[in-house]
């Protein structure tokens, strides 16, 4: 059953604020690198590395950044904490990615679209799915009660799935996941 306009609307804005949120924190990790890096290459310009030196170019970096010293220490800490060494693509560039992904998978009816939205409401999404997202989506979809979807529909779903590539497949989830709907190509011809 389709989620009425406002409560996709909601889940839609959830989303977002939780991409936000993500970003926020990545954006906070990044930071702290350049921070930690700024230190080191101050510490090594003007100090030549020397034990015991490091704590002035940290005083140096807050006072160049106009912020506290405390700031660069608290980013000192978060890299010092473990951070990924390096960070992975910018969250763009997924989006990016996905959205051509989409772009080439046949348009299916609006309709068709919440049946498979509805049936991640309820499906248990994991790692595993990485491999093969549509065939794990297909055999969702038959393992609906006929009379929840029309056999007609159901067969086009499966089909469908079954034909999307490993790619095309977990933007679909994604898209779905995130009650972006309005993302799938759609078959607006009746």
């Known amino acids: 059953m389709p989620l009425p306009d406002w409560r996709a609307q909601l889940a839609a804005a959830d989303a977002r604020i939780e991409h936000g949120r993500a970003e926020m924190a990545a954006g906070g990790d990044d930071r702290a690198r350049a921070i930690a890096a700024g230190v080191t290459q101050h510490h090594r310009d003007n100090f030549g590395g020397r034990r015991g030196t490091k704590r002035l170019a940290v005083a140096a970096v807050a006072e160049e950044l106009l912020t506290s010293v405390k700031t ?82 159901r067969q086009a779903l499966i089909q469908a799935c079954r034909s999307w590539r490993r790619a095309q497949g977990l933007a679909v989830l994604e898209a779905l996941a995130r009650g972006e709907q309005a993302t799938l190509p759609t078959d607006t011809s009746g």
């Open 72 to 153: 660069v220490d608290t980013a000192l800490a978060k890299v010092n904490a473990g951070l990924p060494s390096r960070p992975g693509l910018p969250w763009p560039v997924w989006e990016r990615l996905a959205a051509a992904e989409l772009a080439d998978l046949a348009p299916l009816p609006a309709a068709h679209w919440d049946v498979l939205a509805h049936l991640m409401d309820s499906a248990f999404i994991d790692e595993a799915w990485i491999d093969a997202p549509g065939e794990l989506l297909a055999q969702e979809v038959e393992d609906l009660d006929t009379d929840e979807v029309a056999a007609d529909v």
